[in-house]
């Protein structure tokens, strides 16, 4: 099965319906990049009128993870995959869409083959900036993902 984001979208429906509820939906991924959107809307809202930090995680840990899963996928191997730090900062109130974009395939590419070669867990950060429709800045996230071939 290749991954789409139409198929991530469904994913989220069903695995994780309260991020499909609060509008976070995958525009593109491919094998270096994911990009995720979510638009400020009432539900998603905290009571400074702006999106809740919560979303902004939600959104922004999909697009780190949807790479990790969509490289386990085209390994071929049996992965498990958690996230085990994060760290966030916000600049600005989210307003309106926000776009959020990790680009660090290679990276994941990297881990897997280490994990797969030596047998043991590995550790990596991913990346994934929130960018608002005038194109500022207004969070970004660090996830600190951990892989490990299954037995």
């Given at each position: 099965?290749?991954?789409?984001?139409?198929?991530?979208?469904?994913?989220?429906?069903?695995?994780?319906?309260?991020?499909?509820?609060?509008?976070?939906?995958?525009?593109?991924?491919?094998?270096?990049?994911?990009?995720?959107?979510?638009?400020?809307?009432?539900?998603?809202?905290?009571?400074?009128?702006?999106?809740?930090?919560?979303?902004?995680?939600?959104?922004?840990?999909?697009?780190?993870?949807?790479?990790?899963?969509?490289?386990?996928?085209?390994?071929?191997?049996?992965?498990?995959?958690?996230?085990?730090?994060?760290?966030?900062?916000?600049?600005?109130?989210?307003k309106g869409l926000i776009t959020f974009c990790c680009t660090q395939g290679l990276d994941v590419d990297t881990a897997i083959q280490k994990a797969i070669k030596?047998?043991?867990?590995?550790?990596?950060?991913?990346?994934?900036?929130?960018?608002?429709?005038?194109?500022?800045?207004?969070?970004?996230?660090?996830?600190?993902?951990?892989?490990?071939?299954?037995?």
């Amino acid at each position: 099965m290749k991954f789409t984001s139409r198929k991530l979208n469904y994913f989220l429906a069903l695995k994780l319906p309260s991020a499909f509820l609060m509008g976070v939906r995958t525009k593109f991924i491919d094998d270096s990049k994911c990009i995720v959107v979510v638009k400020h809307r009432w539900i998603n809202q905290n009571p400074f009128n702006s999106m809740f930090w919560a979303v902004q995680g939600m959104a922004a840990e999909l697009a780190t993870g949807a790479l990790v899963m969509n490289k386990i996928k085209t390994s071929n191997k049996s992965v498990s995959m958690l996230v085990i730090n994060n760290q966030a900062s916000f600049n600005k109130k989210a307003k309106g869409l926000i776009t959020f974009c990790c680009t660090q395939g290679l990276d994941v590419d990297t881990a897997i083959q280490k994990a797969i070669k030596t047998r043991k867990a590995q550790r990596f950060f991913l990346s994934a900036a929130g960018v608002d429709s005038n194109g500022d800045q207004v969070c970004s996230f660090d996830f600190q993902w951990s892989i490990k071939l299954k037995s």
